[in-house]
């Protein structure tokens, strides 16, 4: 199994891919820090499986808001399922015209994951915020859940006042490599603590000129950021391992 590679995907599915054990086994050849997430509580024990075989990827629990109007009743398996595992995802809120019809129950099924982790505390949680970014961070505020867990923002697209707030309540941001070409991904790049930042891929969702990325393809975030930043991709991809390596309390 190959070490480290300094490569970091803090957001992708793996079990959304056509061939499970071959996603995790691309992740751990490339050795590519990862954390799949599952979108529904059922689908988390075969993903932990595979995970507690694998070298680099960790996988988190998690209900997806887009599937809440009709997997919201997992949010009991849920939460019997989280004293198992350190990770979290994918969870949050989704104010899209799809699924703003369920955005109630998605704010109650929220509500609860967060105040859950919040109680058990040492989590790592990866938060989906479409279009919602203020309601996702006023529940983070309410729960208190920055106190001891950390909270990992996907996909984050705000406008400078929310990422400021989302700065001091201490929440880390995933980049993928669509978001640096929006003014909010370069806003975050801007206004974010440098060791707060992670890449991610949301792997098989994200694509470049008509082509998936896939997991652990974060070359081109890398490149992005390391402009944005001033920094050469070697002490960008540095940068990002590092922060990745102290987020989970690994030397």
């Known amino acids: 199994m190959k070490e480290s590679s300094g490569l970091v995907d803090f957001h992708c599915h793996l079990d959304l891919l056509p061939d499970l054990e071959t996603a995790y086994q691309r992740c751990d050849e490339i050795g590519c820090t990862t954390l799949t997430m599952t979108t529904t509580p059922k689908a988390f024990p075969r993903n932990r499986v595979f995970a507690e075989r694998s070298t680099h990827v960790r996988a988190a629990l998690g209900l ?107 929440c880390w941001f995933s980049i993928n490599q669509r978001m640096m070409a929006s003014p909010s991904g370069l806003s975050i790049i801007e206004q974010a603590p440098r060791e707060s930042l992670l890449t991610e891929t949301d792997a098989p969702f994200l694509e470049i000129e008509k082509c998936r990325v896939e997991p652990g393809e974060v070359s081109g975030t890398l490149a992005l950021i390391a402009n944005a930043l001033d ?17 989970l309390d690994e030397k």
């Open 64 to 170: 997806h808001p887009q599937l809440v109007s009709e997997r919201g009743h997992e949010i009991e398996l849920f939460e019997q399922l989280l004293p198992s595992t350190r990770y979290v995802g994918e969870i949050g809120l989704d104010a899209g015209k799809q699924f703003y019809s369920s955005f109630a129950e998605q704010q109650r099924v929220f509500d609860r994951a967060i105040a859950a982790c919040a109680d058990q505390g040492e989590k790592i949680i990866s938060v989906h915020s479409a279009r919602c970014a203020r309601k996702v961070l006023d529940v983070i505020e309410s729960r208190s859940v920055t106190d001891s867990c950390q909270v990992i923002l996907h996909w984050f697209s705000a406008g400078k006042a929310e990422i400021d707030r989302a700065v001091r309540l201490g």
């Open 231 to 247: 920094l050469t991709d070697i002490e960008t991809r540095s940068l990002i391992a590092s922060n990745a390596r102290r987020l």
